[in-house]
T-cell receptor
């Protein structure tokens, strides 16, 4: 099973709302990633978790708060977002957090709209 | 610093034609990895291939083939006898050894016209 699942598929939220994005994999991977992708742009790395610990934060604003409760789950908590945060949010996993040595498997993404 | 350039922003070809997507990269490392990913309209990035810098053999997988040339820092992707299902955005990516990050190119949007 090489599947990464993400919920919800679509999310519309106001600037004062709190919501969470969820990502799950059952491939035994120990690295998980959050990416943000704007229209007609490549994915931009936000966070990397390695063995359930945050190893990379690409200077992401604090209104985005990641959480890795266990090796299979990755959450992204959203609070007080801005309209410019509207984007496709992609989750990915790989066996280890060495981007070159292992391919990353991506989920279908959550399309977020902030109103 | 590492960089990936995909100069072709959009390509359209008629079904059954062959098409080549270009990828040029920059890195100071002697050991690095190159990738191609496909992103169909559904949004999910699909892994296609990973190649390390020591392996310059061309690779063929069905209708897909890849030409890696270190002399020109290129890793081009050819689709033979294109099909409508090949319509997608294709990303080339690079990672240096020991690095946790992928550097993506800007992508090439491929449209196959039936």
């Amino acid at each position: 099973d090489t599947e990464v699942t993400q919920t919800p598929k679509h999310l519309v939220m106001g600037m004062t709302n709190k919501k969470s994005l969820k990502c799950e994999q059952h491939m035994g991977h120990r690295a998980m990633y959050w990416y943000k992708q704007k229209a007609k742009k490549p994915p931009e790395l936000m966070f990397v978790y390695s063995y359930e610990k945050l190893s990379i934060n690409e200077s992401v604003p604090s209104r985005f708060s990641p959480e890795c409760p266990n090796s299979s789950l990755l959450n992204l908590h959203l609070h007080a977002l801005q309209p410019e945060d509207s984007a496709l949010y992609l989750c990915a996993s790989s066996p280890r957090a060495l981007a070159g040595s292992y391919e990353q498997y991506f989920g279908p993404g959550t399309r977020l709209t902030v109103t | 610093a590492q960089k990936v350039t995909q100069a072709q922003t959009e390509i359209s070809v008629v079904e059954k034609e062959d098409v080549t997507l270009d990828c040029v990269y920059e890195t100071r490392d002697t050991t690095y990895y190159l990738f191609w990913y496909k992103q169909p309209p559904s949004g999910e990035l699909v892994f296609l291939i990973r190649r390390n810098s020591f392996d310059e053999q061309n690779e063929i997988s069905g209708r897909y083939s890849w030409n890696f040339q270190k002399s020109t820092s290129s890793f081009n992707f050819t689709i033979t006898a294109s099909q409508v299902v090949d319509s997608a955005v294709y990303f080339c990516a690079l990672s240096e050894v020991g690095n946790e990050k992928l550097t993506f190119g800007t992508g090439t949007r491929l449209t196959i016209i039936p």
